[in-house]
């Protein structure tokens, strides 16, 4: 939020920053293989707001004319949307699934599935049939598209409705302690039109959107290299790219961004937004994701969101900081990070990365950054799959999630619900969720005593 620039700091925060940060500036290259910075999550772009508006900090280290930008995508990523035409923000529809970035992307943090009978509101289903598009991507359904939208202007039709329930299981775990699971299932009703029986579906909720301009920077190369498609050293973890398609470039590019990574960068990831989630078109999409079905509007007009707005956006999304660790040198939560590397998790969820050297984007260039991810999708078994192939993704793939933050998520969001649909209900559900690739990740976790989960729990509370 642009209201909230000042960011609280304390004293001994403060000195031990100025301190770290000049020294990062001075020898980036001799930095003591051992030496920590376990709290500066985000390297230089690391905040220290552990409050509401903790994933909502821009940079704190960049030009004054990139803080303008920033701003500018700021309020841009606020704006709610309006059915045409209208003096300002119009062009929502004819069908879209929210009215704003904001609305989804709540506090620059995560959504959540409904409670009750509530609908979708800060989470989207995405669609396919059996096959591939031109570019290997998912087959669009005929008279649906690639998404599902629930929401329509008036006098349009909605595409349908869905409704989600749960059923739950029970496990027990090694101490004793028993967890409920639930499992979510999905329900279509009111279609416009027949949906094909052969329809497959992926509901995803809204991923927190801060550190995302560091996770870009990281080259591609470093990227690569983590892969182990074929599980070579023989470790049971054999992380792959996605190769997606890229709007811009016209080729095919390493997929970053979104559960499966099937987004290259930040601009398509949100043109896309815009085009699918608003019906708002622009640049990179200009035709409205209804054409061809009868809620298009025919009218044959110019896009709907100026090239600026749309690079503002990118950019303040590109430009949110990381919150920085808190309680780092707890005992507890020094022993959790021994169990974290003990129990695998830190294959995936790899700890450390560094930004490539960039001149032209300064504020990103040659960061030691801690998101806990190595960007590489994952078989995560059948309990996490959505039947749904996209580009190099299978149903049971998924992109390793950055966990930087992810002990702020209910002081921000006032939720805990995580994974790519939001089924679990606590950070000890979506371990025990983790299966395939990671089961014998979960089983570790299974195996612990309670004092091991607590530290291990204590240490990504601390992220
Ligand atoms: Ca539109
Ligand atoms: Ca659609
Ligand atoms: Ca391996």
Redo the contacts with the bound molecule.
């Keep these: 939020m642009i209201t909230r620039r000042h960011i609280m700091w304390n004293s001994g925060q403060l000195l031990l920053c100025v301190v770290l940060f000049s020294a990062c500036r001075k020898e980036p290259a001799e930095w003591d293989a051992n030496e920590r910075h376990p709290w500066l999550s985000g390297g230089r772009q690391t905040v220290f707001d552990a409050g509401t508006g903790a994933f909502s900090h821009g940079f704190p280290e960049m030009s004054a004319t990139a803080q303008t930008l920033h701003g500018i995508g700021d309020i841009q990523f606020e704006q709610t949307f309006v059915s045409a035409p209208a003096p300002i923000n119009p062009g929502l529809g004819p069908?879209f699934n929210s009215v704003s970035c904001t609305s989804c992307h709540i506090g620059d943090g995560r959504g959540k599935p409904p409670s009750g009978s509530e609908p979708l509101l800060s989470m989207l289903i995405r669609?396919s049939v059996p096959g591939t598009d031109a570019h290997g991507g998912p087959a669009v359904v005929p008279g649906?598209?690639?998404?599902?939208?629930q929401r329509a202007v008036f006098g349009t039709a909605p595409?349908a409705n869905v409704t989600l329930t749960w059923t739950t299981t029970t496990e027990t775990l090694n101490d004793g302690t028993t967890i409920d699971l639930r499992t979510p299932s999905y329900t279509f009703s009111n279609a416009y039109a027949p949906l094909p029986g052969d329809m497959m579906w992926s509901a995803r909720v809204a991923p927190p959107v801060f550190g995302l301009g560091l996770l870009e920077a990281i080259d591609e190369n470093t990227i690569r290299s983590g892969s182990d498609e074929n599980d070579a050293n023989g470790d049971g973890i054999s992380g792959r790219t996605n190769e997606v398609w890229d709007v811009e470039g016209q080729r095919i590019a390493l997929g970053r961004f979104g559960w499966k990574a099937e987004q290259p960068t930040l601009l398509q990831q949100s043109a896309a937004a815009y085009n699918?989630d608003m019906g708002i078109t622009n640049l990179l999409f200009p035709s409205e994701?209804?054409l061809g079905?009868p809620q298009y509007d025919g009218r044959n007009d110019d896009i709907e969101l100026t090239d600026s707005i749309l690079h503002a956006v990118a950019f303040y999304v590109r430009t949110l900081a990381v919150p920085a660790r808190r309680n780092t040198d707890a005992p507890v939560i020094r022993q959790g990070e021994i169990l974290f590397n003990e129990a695998g998790c830190s294959s995936c969820h790899v700890p450390e990365q560094r930004t490539h050297v960039d001149v032209a984007f300064a504020a990103a260039s040659n960061q030691r950054i801690f998101p806990y991810t190595d960007l590489l999708l994952h078989d995560m078994g059948p309990g996490l799959t959505d039947g749904r192939p996209s580009f190099r993704a299978d149903g049971t793939e998924w992109r390793t999630p950055p966990l930087w933050g992810i002990g702020l998520t209910q002081v921000v969001n006032g939720h805990q619900n995580f994974l790519h649909d939001g089924r679990a209900r606590s950070l000890l559900e979506a371990i025990l969720w983790h299966g395939g690739e990671a089961q014998n990740s979960s089983d570790a976790v299974r195996a612990m005593s309670t004092e091991e989960r607590t530290a291990l729990l204590a240490f990504l509370g601390s992220l």
Aim: no cysteine.
């Design positions: 069908v669609i649906f598209g690639g998404q599902l939208q595409e699918e994701s209804s079905q």
